[in-house]
């Protein structure tokens, strides 16, 4: 028979709006200084990938610049998981929540072989429709940056959004709110992303949040979601060669030609914005919550004893 909980120790530990007012200024500075640093580095090896010189930007400075993006994101994404993990020690009294247990290196590769066959299986049904067609190998194709893409983002957003906004809120209001107000709020920051727009950000709060809030309710934990996150993005850019989230255009291994309608291409958007991966996110999306549900993780809000 399992013990109670001590007071202040939940299943989401203690929770104290200071934790997501902290977390906050830890996802602010890590995106700093991913940038910031990704900056720093390319300039340093080589003034002209950036044309700061006056000469043009050089091809041979892309796979470079990649390289420094890499580094700046994982730093970055270590300064978030190390910001995360002071938070949830003194503040939340559980060092280590929703990072450390015995299964992470295997819940990490399962979310980085099913964020992979998602894009992966997206991709294809688009093709199936004739949206999208591949026409050949790229010879020049940046790789480095693509996985800069999904290791920043992975960490530092699945940090932010699942290990303080969506546990904190998961302990105040209950798990089904939780992953409402969570994806809304994720897909609203990016708003911001060249050619997302409002339809881009439905699109991720649907087919991207709700599917990894359903990967973190299943294991308590992040590793899955962060897996599923980094192969998602990485894949997408770095394989297909789609844009990211409306970043702009991405030249990864395959080159290919988009065709048809916004709906089915996701037009400037992506992949992302196509109606066929919002059907494909989604879908397992709500597998997650099933599976979650099944193992009695979906919750009603704790009790003020709980998380006081």
Known sequence: MTAPAARGQGRNGRLTGLQLLLALIVFVVAELVWTLLAIVLTLVAN????????????QSALPLAGGAYLVGAV???????????????????????????????????????IGAALISLSTGLIALLGGYRVTGLDPQAELLGPLAIGVGAAFIEEVFFRGAVLRLLDGWLGSGPAVAISSILFGAVHLAN????????????????ILLAGAYLLTRRLWLAIGIHLAWNTVQAGLFSWDVSGTGAQHGLLQAETAG?????????????????????LAAGIVMLVLAHRRGHLLPRESRAARD
């Open 47 to 58: 003034p002209a990938a950036l044309g700061l010189d006056g000469t043009p930007r050089a």
């Open 75 to 113: 730093l970055a994404g270590a300064l978030a998981v190390g910001g995360h993990l002071l938070i949830v020690g003194p503040l939340a009294r559980r060092p280590g929540l929703a990072v450390r247990g015995r299964r992470v290196l295997g819940e990490l590769a399962l979310g980085l072989v």
């Open 194 to 209: 060249p050619g997302a727009g409002l339809w881009g950000a439905i699109a991720i709060a649907v087919e991207a949040s």
């Open 261 to 281: 309608p916004d709906w089915l291409t996701g037009g400037d958007m992506g992949v992302e914005g196509s109606v066929v991966t919002v059907a494909v996110g």
